[in-house]
T-cell receptor, first 112, second 115 residues
Framework: DAEITQSPRHKITETGRQVTLACHQT?????MFWYRQDLGHGLRLIHY???????NKGEVSDGYSVSRSNTEDLPLTLESAASSQTSVYFC???????????FGQGTRLTVV | QKEVEQNSGPLSVPEGAIASLNCTYS??????FFWYRQYSGKSPELIMS????GDKEDGRFTAQLNKASQYVSLLIRDSQPSDSATYLC???????????????FGTGTLLAVQP
């Protein structure tokens, strides 16, 4: 079965460190997304990609970056982790317009 | 104004009752709408999708869409304690070029079904 794998599932890091969260999908979907989820804010879009070498900023992109070198992977990098980036991060993929998104299991990141 | 708005709840209903969850959206041209269920500590999972005005039924779930009022709802009949979760409304966003592939989510409504 096709799936989306996020790693690590849990991470604790220190303020100022660079952190990369991995997302790997076997759906062969062109569209990939990173969301963060915080109490009271729901799912907020960080970055997204419509295909290889394409990346776009979402509504809360400051302090984050992504790169897309192949169809399967969209790693999310926190350049210099801040306590405000403590959150649960979800990777999602989507086949085409007007279709649903599928989610990975999530990564719980704590910045201390 | 947020693009997708939901009442955060909690919405408490007794077992066996109908739970009604509501969502409004700001983009009149939005074309596709989704309801996700999220259990605590888990990832969102799709329950229903709806694209046309009217009702769409799937088992105990009914999605209702009214594009004129920019309103989408989810009804859960014969609510069970296992339905207790956060329900997220999502709308496919648009830009000046037309429909995009982005899904914009509401903040979610916490449903609690009391045994």
């Amino acid at each position: 079965d096709a799936e989306i794998t996020q790693s690590p599932r849990h991470k604790i890091t220190e303020t100022g460190r660079q952190v990369t969260l991995a997302c790997h999908q076997t759906w062969n979907h062109n569209n990939m997304f990173w969301y963060r989820q915080d109490l009271g804010h729901g799912l907020r879009l960080i970055h997204y990609s419509y295909g290889v070498h394409d990346t776009n900023k979402g509504e809360v992109s400051d302090g984050y970056s992504v790169s897309r070198s192949n169809t399967e992977d969209l790693p999310l990098t926190l350049e210099s982790a801040a306590s405000s980036q403590t959150s649960v991060y979800f990777c999602a993929t989507k086949d085409r317009q007007n279709t649903e998104a599928f989610f990975g299991q999530g990564t719980r990141l704590t910045v201390v | 104004q947020k693009e997708v708005e939901q009442n955060s709840g909690p919405l408490s209903v007794p077992e066996g009752a109908i739970a009604s969850l509501n969502c409004t959206y700001s983009d009149r041209g939005s074309q596709s709408f989704f309801w996700y269920r999220q259990y605590s500590g888990k990832s969102p999972e799709l329950i229903m999708s709806i694209y046309s005005n009217g009702d769409k039924e799937d088992g105990r779930f009914t999605a209702q869409l009214n594009k004129a009022s920019q309103y989408v709802s989810l009804l859960i009949r014969d609510s069970q304690p296992s339905d207790s979760a956060t329900y997220l409304c999502a709308v496919n966003s648009r830009n000046y070029g037309g429909a995009t592939n982005k899904l914009i989510f509401g903040t979610g409504t916490l449903l609690a079904v009391q045994p």
